[in-house]
T-cell receptor, first 114, second 116 residues
Framework: GENVEQHPSTLSVQEGDSAVIKCTYS??????FPWYKQELGKGPQLIID?????GEKKDQRIAVTLNKTAKHFSLHITETQPEDSAVYFC?????????????FGTGTRLLVSP | GAVVSQHPSWVICKSGTSVKIECRSL??????MFWYRQFPKQSLMLMAT?????????EQGVEKDKFLINHASLTLSTLTVTSAHPEDSSFYIC????????????FGSGTRLTVV
């Protein structure tokens, strides 16, 4: 089955700096890679996702890149703000049909200091 | 966008009692819902996949007699923790798949269960 590794486990940056979180996956059949932000005591919120037919996707200060050959994908947050502080999870999911399961990474606790 | 409502947001119960958690899709019909468990500072672990009108599919190691899942309608799935013990204390999260939307997973806000 799919296995997703995520690094780093914690990341501290100064406000305005960039933050990068990296994930690797094992199943070459996976073709959907979402990123979730989870604030304390809340459920995960989708912030950006990418499908395997795309190498990069950007949404304002957030971008995701995917390298299918190397089986890794990364989240990039530019101009970080204190409200970006949260736990971020990457996930991988195989083919689109049926009730496919998301496999989550171990999470990255991002702390943005003012 | 799609909204999934989960209730209660937190619950405290005594050992040996049962607790029911509800997950509702508010503006769409969800044939498939997922139940996750999350321990403090850990990732989400899938417990089971709930399918409307049929039995849930449990992940390996999850006791189906302890974690009863019912998906009786297209907008409601329930998770009942039976004979709860302190080790069942955790954060339980549901998600629903929006039909017709590739990868349209929406998560509920979670339920903090504390068993005393």
């Amino acid at each position: 089955g799919e296995n997703v590794e995520q690094h780093p486990s914690t990341l501290s940056v100064q406000e305005g700096d960039s933050a990068v979180i990296k994930c690797t996956y094992s199943d070459s059949a996976s073709n959907y890679f979402p990123w979730y932000k989870q604030e304390l005591g809340k459920g995960p919120q989708l912030i950006i996702d990418i499908r395997s037919n795309v190498g990069e996707k950007k949404d304002q200060r957030i971008a995701v890149t995917l390298n299918k050959t190397a089986k890794h994908f990364s989240l990039h947050i530019t101009e970080t703000q204190p409200e970006d502080s949260a736990v971020y999870f990457c996930a991988a999911c195989p083919a689109p049909r049926g009730f496919q399961k998301l496999v989550f990474g171990t999470g990255t606790r991002l702390l943005v200091s003012p | 966008g799609a909204v999934v409502s989960q209730h209660p947001s937190w619950v405290i119960c005594k050992s040996g009692t049962s607790v029911k958690i509800e997950c509702r899709s508010l503006d769409f019909q969800a044939t498939t819902m997922f139940w996750y468990r999350q321990f403090p500072k850990q990732s989400l672990m899938l417990m089971a996949t709930s399918n409307e009108g049929s039995k849930a599919t449990y992940e390996q190691g999850v006791e189906k007699d302890k974690f009863l899942i019912n998906h009786a309608s297209l907008t409601l799935s329930t998770l009942t923790v039976t004979s709860a013990h302190p080790e069942d204390s955790s954060f339980y999260i549901c998600s629903a798949e929006e039909p017709g939307q590739f990868y349209g997973y929406t998560f509920g806000s979670g339920t903090r269960l504390t068993v005393v």
